[in-house]
């Protein structure tokens, strides 16, 4: 792969910023890694998540040249949010790798405790959730992994993050929050990403 090709987009998640990723970011840059993250706003919810792929989808337009491909590596929220910029934004034509870590896929039933927008999208069998889980076979047209601990707190039931396209990777991280710095997290991201495609 050469240096343009190697490049991933970090997506946070909700109340997070792009500094959730600094462990990581260093990580990936020593591997020879190109890095890019950006800071959605607002995180917390006031905005909904298809809005929020709108401001990946303008990032990704601004820092990654031309048709350049590039893998994708979204945590929690931002997972849904990479999904929505591949599966509605034309992602699929440029995302070489999707990787998503304790992403509530199928809802977490922690979002009923708020009625924000883009809470009320990550509730199971939301309206945004039913219609991203109606296609999401599209996303065996890339590399796609779903990374999630069973200790999660946060995506609730935890096998929420199991989806039946790509690979399901378990990864026994004690908190959510661990899962984007704990080493044995970074460690499965790092691998998958470097995997050779096909």
Not at 30 to 41: F, I, K, T, Y
Not at 65 to 92: I, K, P, T, W
Not at 136 to 161: G, Y
Request: proline share 6%.
């Amino acid at each position: 792969m050469s240096s343009q090709q190697k490049s991933v987009v970090l997506v946070h998640g909700m109340t997070d910023t792009s500094a959730v990723f600094k462990p990581m970011t260093r990580f990936l840059e020593q591997r020879g890694w190109r890095v890019h993250s950006l800071d959605l706003m607002p995180s917390n919810g006031d905005l909904e998540l298809d809005h929020l792929a709108t401001q990946l989808e303008q990032f990704i337009t601004a820092n990654l040249l031309g048709e350049q491909s590039f893998d994708l590596v979204g945590f929690s929220m931002g997972g849904l949010v990479s999904r929505y910029y591949v599966q509605r934004l034309g992602g699929l034509e440029r995302v070489q790798r999707l990787v998503t870590i304790a992403s509530p896929h199928n809802g977490t039933l922690a979002a009923h405790l708020s009625k924000r927008p883009g809470c009320v999208q990550m509730r199971p069998n939301s309206t945004f959730l039913l219609d991203l889980n109606r296609d999401i076979h599209q996303l065996e047209k890339l590399r796609f992994t779903s990374i999630w601990t069973p200790m999660d707190l946060m995506i609730v039931p935890a096998h929420s993050s199991i989806v039946p396209v790509g690979r399901n990777l378990k990864v026994s991280v004690p908190l959510h929050a661990w899962m984007v710095s704990d080493t044995r997290a970074i460690n499965v991201v790092t691998t998958v990403l470097e995997e050779p495609l096909p």
